[in-house]
C-alpha cells in the first residue's frame, strides 16, 4: 500500500466525498487512490478555485468535511486566505 493510497482511506473514514484540485504531479497519484475508494475528484483550473470549491462544498453541507488538493509552493499560496477564511462562522 503506498501514501497516496493511505491517505484516500484515510479521507474516506472521514467523510470526504469530494476533493477538488488540479490533476498534476505529485496530484495525480492521490486524485486516483481517492477514486478508488469512491471519492470524487473535480479538476479545477487553479488552486485558488479548488479551495473556494471545496469552501463552498462544506458550507452547503456542513456535516461532512470536503479536500482540496494543492501541490507545493506558490501554489499553496494562493488558497492560504481560503482556507483561514473557511474557519469564520457562517453568517446564515
Known sequence: MDGAT???KALRRQGVEYAFGIVGIP???VAQAC?????KFV??????AA?????SDRR???RRPSQA????????????GRFSCWQAPSAT
Open 6 to 8: 493511505i491517505l484516500a
Open 27 to 29: 496530484v495525480v497519484e
Open 35 to 39: 477514486q478508488r475508494e469512491g471519492i
Open 43 to 48: 479538476g479545477m483550473r487553479n488552486e485558488q
Open 51 to 55: 479551495s473556494y470549491a471545496a469552501g
Open 60 to 62: 452547503c453541507d456542513s
Open 69 to 80: 488538493m494543492q501541490s507545493v509552493a506558490y501554489a499553496s499560496l494562493l488558497s492560504v
